[in-house]
Each structure stands twice: as C-alpha cells, then as structure tokens.
Nanobody, 126 residues
Framework: QLRLVEFGGGLVQPGGSLTLSCISAGFNLDNYVVGWFRQAPGKEHEAVSCITSVAKMRVYADSVKGRVTISRDNNRVYLEMSNLKPEDTGTYYC?????????????????????WGHGTRVTVSS
C-alpha cells in the first residue's frame, strides 16, 4: 500500500472553505490515480473525488459536486472545498494506485481497502 500524508483539515463554520493536501511518502505521486475519501463519525468510508494522472480527468461524488475541486500539481493532490456543510464533517483520506476513477470511487474499492492512513479531520460546525 502506497503511503500518503493528508493535511489541511480543521474547524470551519458552515459555508466556509478548506483546502486539503495529499502528499506521498517517498514516491512520485504524479504517476498515480488519486482519490479522496472521507469517513464521518460512526459511518463507513465514502468516496469524495478522484483525479487521473496524466490527463487529470476529475470525478466527483454527487454529495460534493459543485462544492469541491480536485487538482494536482508538483507531486501533490489538493481538495478545495467550499460552502461546507455540517454533513461534510469527517476524517478525509487520500489513496493512490493505478486503478481508474470509476473503480476508485466504487463501493468495491472502499470495501477492499485495508489501509487508510491517518487522514485529516474536518469539522464543520457553528
């Protein structure tokens, strides 16, 4: 399992914005398809967004479409989140491999991923 480090989370009021970052630990992240996931307290992991490597095609879950932008640059992958809602609260994780975004955002992928790293916590609350 490729090891990644997520950061940028924090406490934000509803309607606020945050940008999360995902960096690799010892390999070139630019060569991999990267997905962002989140886990709300007491719930299963949920796919949020995905970006391919070379073409930089982007895919978003319906729950965040229009409020989230995924991007990548210089060996980092970002998740810009705006108009945050309380239901966006959770720990956010990134994952990288060569599986395409359709697979990466599937229930199968989440159920078969055993290592999620430390993640970065996002709390949306007034």
């Amino acid at each position: 399992q490729l090891r990644l480090v997520e950061f940028g989370g924090g406490l934000v009021q509803p309607g606020g914005s945050l940008t999360l970052s995902c960096i690799s630990a010892g390999f070139n992240l630019d060569n991999y398809v990267v997905g962002w996931f989140r886990q709300a307290p007491g719930k299963e992991h949920e796919a949020v967004s995905c970006i391919t490597s070379v073409a930089k095609m982007r895919v978003y879950a319906d729950s965040v479409k229009g409020r989230v932008t995924i991007s990548r640059d210089n060996n980092r992958v970002y998740l810009e989140m705006s108009n945050l809602k309380p239901e966006d609260t959770g720990t956010y994780y990134c994952a990288a491999d060569h599986l395409d975004c359709a697979v990466k955002l599937s229930t199968w992928y989440i159920q078969n991923t055993n290592y999620w790293g430390h993640g970065t916590r996002v709390t949306v609350s007034s």
